[in-house]
């Protein structure tokens, strides 16, 4: 009776057993301060702008005059107007074509809702466990390829019918560029295929080679479907709230049936985040949230050069908050090394898929100076191992 295919999702290597054996070592030793480099979460609050903007949502759900509820399925329209005329100015998209929801974790999945069971779906290895989870979970067809010398997925010379790609990359860190997405964009437009593109980490690009968005290249509004989120750029972690373009030009009807799934599967993302999300492209919102980037990227610019200068192979880190770090120790192994020697959390790269095997991720989304503790105990450590 159950989905059997839920029964091949991963159990060993998760983020469940890194918090797992992270809450054991706590309680066994409840005066060590442990830093963790392993965060995926933020370390800014969600700035004043915004929260303001969402005690008014509050106050407006009490009184019946201003009350919303249902009806606003496919995202409140001044949300969408404002993404549009902020995230993609001059790609000429309609209302209809951008959705918002409840985080881009649930959308990179639940989109597969709209292609048939019998889809072949291509996965880079190593890859952010989630796009795998979500095709066994919806019984889709998946086929893992490793990734290239670049730590990139490489343009196939067989048939896909869906391409999960993220850019600026988690775990990685590293993101593709303009010339590399062309080809993508090629080989989806002869092969009939569509890219599923996570951009959610867009607001740490700064390599001019890079683009900003997956719609920058020609052709990819029939072949593409972008999605992106406030979690990082505006703290949204805790709150959720997130968007995605479906182009009418990829398939016909595709806005009518995404839609219709909508109607039937889907609320509406929250009305305060909503709002909380529109108050993000204010002025002093915006000055706020680059200066979070910025200090964010300084932590990665950190991180990167104290482990190279140590010794270690480092990956990503310059378009993305996440770096990748190649060791000669098994992931969980070194896992816990640096837990119960350093007292610092790293993420094991196994967790993203049997290729990162020797790999761990590290995160510069925590606190500089939680990073330089971390640095100066792994100093420490290999100093006096040399």
């Not at 054996?21 to 392993?38: H, R, T, W, Y």
């Not at 597969?112 to 019998?118: G, I, M, S, V, Y």
């Not at 490793?146 to 860190?173: R, T, W």
């Not at 985040?273 to 200066?291: F, P």
Request: charged content about 25%.
């Amino acid at each position: 009776m159950l989905n059997k295919n839920l029964e091949r999702i991963e159990k060993d290597n998760t983020f469940s057993l890194v918090n797992k054996k992270l809450k054991a070592f706590k309680l066994a030793n409840p005066n060590i301060k442990i830093v963790s480099l392993g965060i995926g979460d933020v370390s800014k609050p969600i700035c004043k702008p915004v929260v303001d903007a969402m005690h008014k949502a509050v106050d407006d759900l009490g009184d019946i005059k201003t009350f919303s509820g249902y009806g606003n399925y496919y995202g409140l329209e001044e949300l969408r107007e404002t993404i549009l005329k902020n995230d993609y100015k001059g790609f000429d998209f309609s209302l209809d074509e951008v959705y918002v929801s409840d985080g881009a974790k649930t959308d990179s999945t639940s989109i597969l809702e709209l292609f048939d069971k019998d889809v072949k779906v291509l996965l880079g290895n190593p890859l952010y466990p989630i796009y795998k989870n979500g095709c066994l979970a919806l019984s889709k067809s998946i086929e893992e390829v490793p990734l290239n010398e670049e730590y990139k997925l490489a343009v196939p010379s067989k048939h896909y019918d869906i391409i999960y790609l993220c850019s600026p990359n988690n775990p990685i860190g590293n993101a593709y560029t303009y010339g590399e997405l062309k080809k993508w964009i090629k080989y989806a437009l002869t092969n009939k295929s569509i890219i599923l593109f996570d951009n959610v980490y867009e607001p740490f690009i700064s390599s001019k080679d890079v683009p900003h968005s997956i719609y920058e290249i020609n052709g990819a509004k029939k072949c593409a479907i972008e999605f992106r989120s406030f979690s990082k750029k505006a703290s949204f972690t805790g709150l959720r709230c997130s968007y995605f373009i479906i182009p009418k030009q990829i398939a016909k009807n595709v806005n009518y049936y995404w839609k219709e799934r909508t109607l039937n599967r889907f609320n509406g993302a929250s009305y305060v985040a909503q709002i909380g999300a529109i108050a993000t492209y204010s002025k002093e919102a915006k000055r706020i949230q680059k200066q979070n980037i910025k200090e964010y990227k300084a932590n990665a610019k950190y991180l990167k050069k104290s482990f190279t200068k140590l010794g270690f192979e480092v990956i990503g880190g310059d378009d993305a908050p996440f770096m990748w770090v190649k060791i000669k120790e098994k992931s969980w192994d070194y896992f816990d090394f640096c837990l119960k020697k350093l007292n610092v959390v790293v993420i094991p790269g196994v967790i993203f898929g049997s290729n990162g095997e020797h790999h761990i991720r590290i995160s510069a989304l925590g606190k500089i100076e939680d990073s330089k503790i971390a640095i100066e105990r792994f100093k420490e450590y290999y100093e006096k191992q040399a």
